[in-house]
T-cell receptor, first 118, second 113 residues
């Protein structure tokens, strides 16, 4: 049973053309994350939501925005994709660590969306 | 600044032998460490974790060792199986880092039949 779903799995867009990636979860987790992963690099956290509270990483470009209309869904908007934004985008969820035992927590990842910018 | 490092991009091991994957970290405030496994075209999946109050955690064929003084952890897979061939990511977190995990760059393990 899919728990974290990402659509589409592959996305091709043109340089400068806005694109939206979506993520949904059936786990009812408080926290949702967006990561960017380029080849042979560590997943890089772009931002995360704790419920409706948005937490942006300091080095995330303004070109990347996110929306979380409800617990289940989270969107990544890339306003003007550049060639350097071609990557795998991973969505993940977790429970809030502060509400439980950190040492039992983990993140659940979706399969990712591979973005190609032409 | 990469706070979690996996210095070996790849590792090849014969089936039935031990695989040892290594990970180093720099932030002494990390107190929770995880290993994820990733197959091509899939997202990472949780494999095993360890908190800083332990130095070893075992789950079947998988054992994670933590050396806090050296800021080093390792994942041992015994015996290695061809289905273990994947990319393994080390990740670290802690109460001080809130809801964030920091990932290494991954080690691609190939288990040769």
């Amino acid at each position: 049973d899919a728990m974290v779903i990402q659509n589409p799995r592959y996305q091709v867009t043109q340089f400068g053309k806005p694109v939206t990636l979506s993520c949904s979860q059936t786990l009812n987790h408080n926290v949702m994350y967006w990561y960017q992963q380029k080849s042979s690099q560590a997943p890089k956290l772009l931002f995360h939501y704790y419920d409706k509270d948005f937490n942006n990483e300091a080095d995330t470009p303004d070109n990347f925005q996110s929306r979380r209309p409800n617990t289940s869904f989270c969107f990544l908007d890339i306003r003007s994709p550049g060639l350097g934004d071609a990557a795998m985008y991973l969505c993940a969820t977790s429970r809030d660590f502060g509400g439980g035992d950190l040492y039992q927590e983990t993140q659940y990842f979706g399969p990712g969306t591979r973005l190609l910018v032409l | 600044d990469q706070q979690v490092k996996q210095n070996s991009p790849s590792l090849s091991v014969q089936e039935g032998r031990i695989s040892i994957l290594n990970c180093d970290y720099t932030n002494s405030m990390f107190d929770y460490f995880l290993w994820y496994k990733k197959y091509p075209a899939e997202g990472p999946t949780f494999l095993i974790s360890i908190s800083s109050i332990k130095d070893k955690n075992e789950d079947g064929r998988f054992t994670v060792f933590l050396n806090k003084s050296a800021k080093h952890l390792s994942l041992h897979i015994v015996p290695s199986q061809p289905g273990d061939s994947a990319v393994y990511f080390c990740a670290a977190s802690g109460l001080i880092t809130g809801n964030q995990f920091y990932f290494g760059t991954g080690t691609s393990l190939t288990v040769i039949p």
